[in-house]
């Protein structure tokens, strides 16, 4: 292991998805390792995104769920919600994971400082007041919510504080077309408030394949949503009785009276204050670390990874990079981390799964593409009678007819891409993926049974 005239060997700053991996890995392999933490042990995915977000999404879809039962023979009356109940079970699970993580370090001998670090050295942190040495530091800081700044914007808040509202607010409006936008957007209108999202763009989920934005805008439209595109939240103003005022275009008289407003137009690498230009360590326009494939930074012994990189905000990413940082360094097997067709989802209301390349890229990228796509009434819904479609669609590249893109809205559709990902990244062909047998009912059999190609593009 490393030189012993270092406190450590791993100082690993920032305890959530990708410093709790990259600091266990290194522990395990043997490593002497110390983690900085300045506000709760899980970080932003266990506090106050994935896990947090998805039982609130859950929460949202008993309202479709008890009135679709009613089809299926089930008599449910006297329904109602409780907001606090709900927040405050969300918050036993999260501080009971957050502890399974705090428990984990301990057990395993890993120090953990309760602390904002920074770096004053290469080698030499700065936290508690005092002075830990290493012979690697890892940046596993995460990235925060960043405001536009108009005025009133005091009045606004992110999904930080989304999940700790006192209360349920009667009329939200949501600015932001991204993935956390249309989550909440989904999550406050199954739970029963009126909502508008206000999005600057032409379209919701930017990067996203054209026909899933449209699918989604459509379906969150059916559900009630109000969607209000090329739209700009120009202020917002405290009236007398304590509701909110928002100047925003597209909408008559330019004017949206609310409760609550929240912003989701995006984050930004948490890099300030970490001494990382005195170290030498370089940073992209936005401030996210920049890294080589082995997540080393222009410093040999400074290493990132996760959001703090600016790359791909996503939990797995995360992991996966921390995993391969502690193999790198102690594993003795240099890991690079391969982001070609990483999978990924959006738990709105239905949600998305995605895979690979959209259709606009791939075109750009082989010229020639296949498209299949089949959209249709999901069996439940049959007897429900609800109005909401499942789109299924495949991108193939075709001269050499493998599966380069595969992309779906509708119910279980993370569950179900998270298999279809699997042939993507194994450059399956479109006959492999034809000559498996689906299972029936599901709409997942729809994947395989793509026939009529919808266009070959150009
Ligand atoms: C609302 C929301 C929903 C999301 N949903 C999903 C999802 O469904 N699926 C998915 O894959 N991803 C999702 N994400 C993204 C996911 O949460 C992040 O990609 C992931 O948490 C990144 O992990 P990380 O280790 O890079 O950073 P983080 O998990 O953010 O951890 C960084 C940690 O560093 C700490 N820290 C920062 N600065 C310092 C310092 N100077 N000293 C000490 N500690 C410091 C922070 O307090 C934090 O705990 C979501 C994000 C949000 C905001």
Not at 60 to 85: L, Q, V
Not at 129 to 134: E, L, P
Not at 270 to 294: H, I, P, Q, S, Y
Request: hydrophobic fraction near 40%; charged fraction near 25%.
């Amino acid at each position: 292991m490393g030189a012993t005239r270092f406190d450590y060997d791993l100082f690993t700053i920032g305890a959530g998805s990708g410093g709790i991996r990259a600091s266990r890995i290194s522990r395990h392999l043997g490593a002497r390792v110390a983690v900085a933490e300045n506000y709760r042990i899980g970080g932003t995915c266990v506090i106050r995104g994935c896990v947090p977000k998805k039982l609130l999404t859950y929460a949202a879809h008993y309202a479709e769920d008890f009135e679709d039962a009613r089809s299926y023979g089930w008599t449910i009356e006297n329904t109602s919600f409780s907001w606090p109940a709900l927040i405050a079970n969300k918050n036993r699970e999260i501080a009971r994971l957050s502890k399974v993580y705090a428990d984990g370090f301990a057990r395993t001998g890993i120090d953990v400082i309760e602390d904002t670090a920074k770096l004053a050295d290469a080698h030499t942190v700065e936290v508690g007041g005092r002075r830990v040495t290493a012979q690697n530091i890892l940046v596993a800081t995460g990235a925060w919510p960043v405001k536009p700044t108009i005025p009133g914007i005091e009045h606004a808040i992110t999904s930080n504080e989304a999940f700790e509202l006192p209360a349920l607010p009667k009329r939200i409006l949501i600015a932001g077309g991204g993935y956390v936008a249309v989550e909440f957007a989904g999550i406050f209108n199954g739970l029963g408030s009126q909502v508008t999202l206000s999005y600057r763009g032409a379209q919701v989920l930017r990067g996203f394949d054209d026909d899933v934005r449209k699918h989604l805008h459509d379906e969150m439209g059916k559900k009630g949503v109000r969607i209000v595109l090329d739209s700009d939240v120009l202020r917002i103003d405290r009236c007398t009785d304590g509701s909110l005022e928002v100047s925003l275009t597209g909408v008559p008289g330019n004017k949206l009276p609310c409760d609550a407003v929240m912003v989701a137009t995006g984050r930004n690498p948490n890099t300030a204050r970490l001494g990382l230009a005195e170290a030498g360590v370089k940073r992209d326009g936005a401030g996210g670390v920049m890294v080589d494939r082995f997540c080393r930074s222009s410093v040999a012994n400074i290493y990132a990874v996760g959001d703090v990189t600016h790359r791909l905000a996503l939990t797995p990413v995360a992991v996966r990079e921390g995993g391969a940082v502690a193999m790198t360094l102690f594993g003795g097997a240099e890991t690079p981390v391969d982001l070609d067709d990483v999978p990924s989802a959006v738990f709105s209301q239905p949600p998305v799964g995605t895979v690979g390349l959209t259709e606009a890229r791939a075109v750009e990228k082989f010229g020639k593409v296949d498209v299949y796509k089949a959209s249709f009434r999901p069996l439940r819904h049959t007897l429900s009678g609800r109005d909401e479609r499942t789109l299924v669609k495949l991108v193939v590249d075709a001269s050499t007819q493998c599966v380069v893109g595969a992309h779906m809205v509708g119910a279980d559709s993370p569950e179900i891409i998270q298999g279809i990902a699997v042939a993507v990244k194994s450059k399956l062909t479109k006959a492999q993926l034809d000559a498996t047998i689906g299972i029936h009912p599901t709409a997942a059999e729809e994947f395989l049974t793509l026939r009529e190609k919808a266009s070959r593009v150009t």
